[in-house]
């Protein structure tokens, strides 16, 4: 069993990653936690682990991804939050 924090959820593509890397070593269950997702996250994230043992966790649902893949509303730049690196 394999926990993967990810504040946002996105595009998908990091969480992904993150997936197929576990996945890659070893684990057999991966449960997916998210402060916030967006539905065209979710969906690509969904596609791509087909059947395997995957479970998502999202604190909040947003509307959409912005034109540059952005979650809208969103929270800003959720690792310039985290490290104090925001202007």
């Known amino acids: 069993q394999v926990y993967i924090i990810d504040p946002m959820l996105a ?19 991966v449960t997916a936690i998210c402060l916030i997702g967006s539905p065209e996250g979710i969906a690509a994230v969904e ?26 509303p969103g929270l800003g730049d959720a690792g310039d939050r985290l490290y104090g690196t925001s202007v």
Request: glycine residues 14%; hydrophobic residues 40%.
């Open 11 to 29: 595009t998908g593509g990091t969480l992904m990653d993150s997936i197929d890397y576990v996945f890659d070593r070893g684990a057999t269950e």
């Open 47 to 72: 596609a791509h682990v087909g059947s395997k043992n995957v479970s998502l966790v999202l604190g909040a649902l947003d509307e959409k991804l912005n034109d540059v893949g952005y979650i809208v």
